[in-house]
């Protein structure tokens, strides 16, 4: 079992900044890609950023590159998300997921545990 626990969301205005962190728990977490993906009222849950296990290469959803950063600390056994220049439709459920794969990971599926969320909200 791994345990996710996410914290650092909230409301913050367009053009703001948040920082997202995730505490994890439960499995070699430094053999683990990790990722966030996000969820707004209504729509499917969708990708927003990867990290290899090691955190020398990452990924991103096309809405966010150059805005949101990923990073990780495998001795701290934690993954934050970076958001900048947010916009409203930034809003969402943001959630911390892992994968029992090493490689960078943007599909769902292959992610095996999952946060319980935070709340982001971006006002205009």
């Known amino acids: 079992q791994v345990q996710l626990v996410e914290s650092g969301g909230g409301l913050v205005q367009a053009g703001g900044s948040l920082r997202l962190s995730c505490a994890a728990s439960?499995?070699?977490?430094?053999?683990?890609?990790m990722g966030w993906f996000r969820q707004a009222p209504g729509k499917e849950r969708e990708f927003v950023a990867t990290?290899?296990?090691?955190?020398?290469?990452?990924a991103y959803a096309a809405s966010v590159k150059g805005r949101f950063t990923i990073s990780r600390d495998n001795a701290k056994n934690t993954v934050d998300l970076y958001m900048n220049s947010l916009k409203p439709e930034d809003t969402g459920v943001y959630y911390c997921?892992?994968?029992?794969?090493?490689?960078?990971?943007?599909?769902?599926?292959?992610?095996?545990?999952w946060g319980q969320g935070t709340q982001v909200t971006v006002s205009s």
């Open positions: 990290i290899m296990w090691s955190g020398t290469n990452t």
């Open positions: 997921a892992s994968s029992n794969l090493a490689g960078l990971q943007i599909a769902r599926m292959n992610y095996d545990f």
């Open positions: 439960g499995r070699t977490f430094s053999r683990s890609a």
